[in-house]
């Protein structure tokens, strides 16, 4: 089904109704989200689930073999990638490359909105690592996850309901409001809602789908507040590194609920943000490599 322009859905259920089988999350996807939480699963295991796919065996590859990995030589197999990366890297790298045609779609790879929301959520998944070390409850690659899943909902709607979201980016400018909060003004709902419609239709970890649903709002979350709390941090210093905002104004960006659920000092900010910014620099040439 296309794009809905000049059409503006009345619910989150109506966008996850509207756009069909397009918005199931790739098999493979759903595979190792399973493995995640299988302590019983092993590196061959996860080799045999990307290897169906040879197409995500090369993206697999190329993203191992990147700079940003740093491997000590050139891996040339997906097995080799497995034993130098180790069953999480591996993990991610594929969740990443399986993720890329969810936000980009194959026919509109030039949208300048699709891309920033692509890098975005790369960057803020790759974040959540360092978010983390904040929060020794919340398991680094679930959050890694939660992350790469974050803005899904915006990456729906800006593809299925492209004018809507044009009048969202004019409204959040004028107003110098966050765009979930323009959102609910021009729809009356936000692109977490739709997140959470699309994890309750893909049948979702809680934990998964209260990261996505509930990003902008922490306390909605029952299960994993914790979890919700590191996605939104790493989600907000994203927005300051894209956006290139001083630190000096992080409290301007950067949820204050969030950090009390983590009990992060504001003392503890800077250090974050310092660490986030190299982080973001090494991930640079991470956004195409998926493609």
Not at 125 to 142: G, I, M
Not at 149 to 176: F, N, S
Not at 282 to 289: D, E, K, V
Request: aromatic residues 6%; glycine residues 6%; contains cysteine.
């Amino acid at each position: 089904m296309g794009s809905q322009v000049g059409v503006y859905p009345k619910s989150p259920q109506e966008v996850v109704q509207s756009v069909g089988e397009i918005a199931m999350i790739p098999q493979v996807v759903m595979k190792v989200l399973d493995m995640t939480s299988n302590t019983r699963a092993t590196t061959q295991e996860l080799e045999e689930v990307i290897g169906q796919d040879q197409g995500l065996t090369s993206k697999v590859l190329t993203l191992a073999n990147s700079s940003y990995y740093g491997l000590p030589r050139r891996v040339s197999s997906l097995r080799e990638a497995v034993m130098f990366l180790g069953f999480r890297a591996v993990r991610n790298i594929a969740m990443t490359a399986s993720c890329y045609n969810m936000f980009i779609g194959k026919s509109d790879s030039q949208s300048l909105l699709k891309r920033r929301i692509w890098k975005h959520s790369v960057d803020t998944s790759l974040l959540t690592r360092l978010v983390c070390s904040y929060a020794p409850d919340v398991v680094p690659d679930e959050a890694f996850a939660a992350g790469l899943l974050h803005d899904i909902g915006k990456a729906v709607l800006e593809q299925y309901y492209p004018q809507a979201m044009i009048q969202v980016v004019q409204t959040a400018e004028r107003l110098a409001i966050r765009h979930h909060e323009a959102e609910e003004q021009i729809l009356g709902f936000n692109h977490a809602d739709v997140g959470l419609a699309l994890a309750i239709h893909w049948n979702l970890p809680t934990a998964l789908a209260e990261a996505i649903g509930y990003h902008h709002y922490i306390s909605a979350a029952m299960t994993a507040p914790k979890l919700v709390a590191v996605v939104a941090i790493a989600s907000d210093i994203s927005n300051m590194l894209e956006d290139s905002i001083s630190d000096e104004l992080w409290e301007a960006v950067i949820s204050r609920e969030a950090m009390q659920t983590l009990g992060i000092l504001p003392e503890q900010i800077e250090a974050l943000l310092a660490g986030c910014r190299v982080e973001a620099e090494r991930s640079a040439g991470l956004h195409n490599m998926a493609a």
